[in-house]
């Protein structure tokens, strides 16, 4: 059963929440360990965000989660993570940190080059950011 880190779009209660996507798709749901971090820098792409790892960072906030490896390609699909083809996002293989616990997970980061421009999401957290922002926008 794959591990995956969620930092976006694909946390609970978003619009791409990875529980949603597995019950449009007859998937049974993803089973949530924790909130965690890793070190990176957050990007606004404007309906999503954009991680690029960096050691040297601050922390971004998600969620971990073990999935059905049934959820992997949807994940990827929704990413638009696709085999040999060159994408904004990839799928790769990192250390989170869980309650100060390394632990192996699958997400899905930019690269550097791929966030000049954009805004810097100081906080790390997309959820309390596009919450504010938008809450901003409306008033």
């Known amino acids: 059963m794959p591990r ?3 930092y976006g779009t694909l946390r609970a209660g978003e619009v791409n929440d990875l529980n949603r ?9 993803a089973t949530l360990l924790g909130t965690a971090s890793i070190a990176g820098r957050l990007y606004d792409f404007g309906t999503y965000p954009g991680l690029v790892l960096d050691s040297t960072a601050g922390p971004v906030l998600g969620d971990i ?3 059905p490896d049934a959820l992997l390609p949807v994940l990827d699909e929704i ?3 696709y085999p040999g083809q060159a994408t904004l996002f990839i799928r790769k293989s990192q250390v989170v940190s869980l309650d100060g616990t390394a632990v ?6 930019v690269a550097d080059g791929a966030v000049a421009g954009l805004a810097l999401i100081d906080s ?14 409306a008033a």
């Open 21 to 29: 996507a597995a019950e449009r798709h007859g998937i049974a749901a």
């Open 4 to 6: 995956v880190f969620v």
């Open 124 to 137: 790390g957290d997309w959820v309390a950011y596009r919450q504010a922002r938008d809450t901003a926008a």
């Open 104 to 109: 192996d997970c699958l997400l899905y980061p």
């Open 79 to 81: 990413e638009e993570v």
């Open 65 to 67: 989660y073990d999935i």
